[in-house]
């Protein structure tokens, strides 16, 4: 992975599209690199001449769940203009039926994209760049017992994922709630991507988390928790790699 003095040098948004049109496009890793720039550059443009108020982080994840439960396997949020140009998704579809909002999340972000895979020259290779990007470079999943104030013992399940590195070390959140799964959390790591991106920063993009339940647990039992949970995931975290903040369920206590 390049240094992160590398990642600092990178092109700005401000001249990247130019940037790009010159570029010579001889690997599918630089072909990533070059599309994750492309999508920021797109959304920078988007974000500064259509986002005139602000929507809360959650309020938009909420609309997504809700939407996403009645789109389960079919690509229901593709226009059918594009229904044609972005059927290299389908696969994607038949791999994780079970995750809809994840294939929620890629499908608004190809749909933004949809002119660079109508390119006539190098159409086939940003879609091929493309899926690249909607697989997550590792996922890791571990359980994680702990005791209530009771003594009784209870097992949840912890998830990082750590999705894409191209600009940086991955940088995303840790959510505790009973909704988590993994499709969840690819589907937020997969945002977090280009969220990441806009900011400027060397980041990349990440999401980790859990399926327990802070609401009305002790601060001994939340404790018990973190400390269970940390003592798995510790080993894959480090500042050049991997860094983890809060989110939902996770405040200043619990980090």
């Avoid at 720039?37 to 259509?50: E, F, Q, V, Y």
């Avoid at 080993?235 to 405040?251: C, E, F, M, Q």
């Amino acid at each position: 992975m390049p240094s992160l003095h590398h990642y600092s040098t990178a092109p700005r948004p401000s001249s990247l599209a130019n940037t790009i049109l010159n570029m010579n496009l001889t690997s599918c890793l630089k072909g990533v690199t070059i599309l994750t720039l492309i999508i920021t550059t797109i959304i920078a443009t988007a974000t500064a001449s259509t986002c005139t108020t602000t929507t809360t982080t959650t309020s938009s994840e909420s609309h997504k769940f809700a939407t996403a439960k009645s789109t389960m396997t079919t690509l229901t949020t593709i226009d059918q203009k594009h229904r044609e140009t972005l059927s290299f998704l389908d696969d994607l579809h038949r791999k994780y039926p079970h995750q809809p909002t994840f294939l929620q999340a890629v499908e608004e972000m190809a749909i933004s994209l949809v002119d660079l895979f109508k390119d006539p020259e190098q159409g086939e290779f940003y879609k091929k760049a493309f899926m690249v990007m909607t697989e997550p470079e590792r996922m890791i999943s571990f359980r994680v017992p702990w005791m209530d104030d009771e003594g009784n013992m209870h097992i949840n399940r912890g998830w990082r994922v750590e999705f894409n590195s191209v600009l940086g070390p991955y940088k995303g959140g840790l959510r505790f709630h009973p909704t988590v799964d993994d499709g969840v959390l690819k589907f937020l790591g997969f945002e977090q991507i280009f969220k990441n991106a806009l900011t400027g920063l060397p980041l990349g993009g990440g999401k980790g988390g859990s399926d327990f339940n802070p609401k009305g647990k002790s601060e001994a039992e939340i404790r018990r928790f973190c400390e269970s949970f940390m003592t798995e995931l510790f080993r894959y975290l480090h500042p050049s790699t991997d860094v983890p903040a809060g989110d939902i369920g996770v405040g200043g206590r619990e980090i």
